[in-house]
């Protein structure tokens, strides 16, 4: 159980962290054009309300999408890591997107105007506000990696939780006490207890080392 355990863990936190980075991408440069251009900021109650999307539902849409009748089935996706990769960074991205647009709106109307009143160009105004609120984004970069990685709807029906190859901290946790192996569940919980402790802890870290 012990390799299995480690294999389950790593996979965990590798499938996480690059749905993360992927969901990023698009993430914190729609938060950006929202804080700085005021006509997209009724996209923001938009994302705010699907932060509560349940992620079995965002499981659904994705199934089918993926499936070999769905749109997307000749990707041949379905039951991969990269199918859960991508169905948690879709997950997170209206959290991403909403608590990103809140810190770079407050560095754009502190920073970024400043300096485009004194003659900054777009680019340097949008370095300078991006700077001023990296501490911000790395904490709601943290936020959307906490909330993938206790993720479960999604990673189990567009993941199938196959052993060693895409089986996941929840999933294998699900799997344990449904055969009545509570020890074992216990085990990958307190697991997923210590990461989400360590996260919590890297959050409070980001905050007080962004604090002037």
């Known amino acids: 159980m012990g390799n299995e355990l480690a294999d389950i863990t790593l ?4 499938v996480s962290g690059t749905a993360t980075l992927l969901a990023a991408l698009w993430s914190l440069p729609l938060a950006y054009m929202m804080a700085a251009k005021r006509r ?20 659904l849409l ?35 997107v909403s608590v990103a647009y809140r810190v770079l709106r407050g560095a754009v109307e502190t920073y970024g105007e400043l300096a485009l ?9 949008m370095a300078l506000a991006v700077r001023e609120a990296a501490p911000g984004l790395v904490a709601a970069l943290v936020m959307g990696f906490s909330r993938a990685v206790g993720e479960l ?16 901290l929840t999933t294998a946790i699900a799997l344990e006490v449904s055969k009545g192996e509570f020890e074992d569940a216990v085990s ?11 996260v919590s802890l890297g959050l409070r870290l ?3 080392l962004g604090q002037p």
Do not use: C, D, H, K
Not at 48 to 59: D, F, H, S
Not at 117 to 125: D, I, K, N, V
Not at 153 to 168: E, F, H, S
């Open 11 to 14: 996979r965990s936190l590798y």
């Open 62 to 96: 994705l199934y089918f999408l993926l499936s070999r009748q769905g749109p997307l089935g000749f990707l041949n996706l379905l039951y991969t890591p990269t199918a859960i990769i991508v169905g948690e960074a879709v997950l997170i991205t209206p959290l991403l």
């Open 206 to 208: 980001v905050r007080r």
């Open 153 to 168: 709807g999604v990673a189990l029906m567009i993941g199938g939780n196959i052993r060693g190859y895409t089986r996941t």
């Open 40 to 59: 997209l900021q009724a996209v923001t109650a938009v994302t705010e309300a699907l932060v509560g999307v349940p992620t079995v539902l965002v499981g």
């Open 117 to 125: 009143s004194l003659g900054a160009s777009e680019a340097q105004a």
């Open 188 to 198: 990958l919980g307190a697991i997923l207890v210590v990461i989400m402790v360590a």
